[in-house]
């Protein structure tokens, strides 16, 4: 089982930035899959997250508005799409999945992405 992130890189304040989390080993159709990030020196932190079966996202408030979150079924893969980024949003952006269960919290994750770095210069 393997999730691989890619799409992070440094971007001004203000652009745009597409995560992509895929999916290998094994069917997820059962998973939700989230994000997460960790920035220097705090701690893991629920970004979005999503059903891979059904329905739409569910978001942390610091990012509501800004940042959606997206499946391909066909492609196994999940996307997070980032607009009007903050330098606040600077962090090591992870992908996970979790089993039947729409959750925000990390502990429900059982497959977890190496995590790709967004940066955003001010």
């Known amino acids: 089982v393997q999730l691989q992130a890619s799409g992070g890189g440094l971007v001004q304040a203000g652009g745009s930035l597409r995560l992509s989390c895929a999916a290998t080993g094994r069917t997820f159709s059962s998973y939700a899959m989230g994000w997460f990030r960790q920035a220097p020196g705090k701690e893991r932190e629920f970004v979005a997250a999503?059903?891979?079966?059904?329905?739409?996202?569910v978001y942390a408030n610091s990012v509501k508005g800004r940042f959606t979150i997206s499946r391909d079924n066909a492609k196994n893969t999940v996307y997070l799409q980032m607009n009007s980024l903050k330098s606040e949003d600077t962090a090591v952006y992870y992908c996970a999945a979790a089993w039947m269960t729409l959750t925000s919290n990390p502990r429900a994750y059982d497959y977890w992405g190496q995590g790709t770095l967004v940066t955003v210069s001010s």
């Open positions: 999503i059903l891979w079966s059904e329905g739409g996202g």
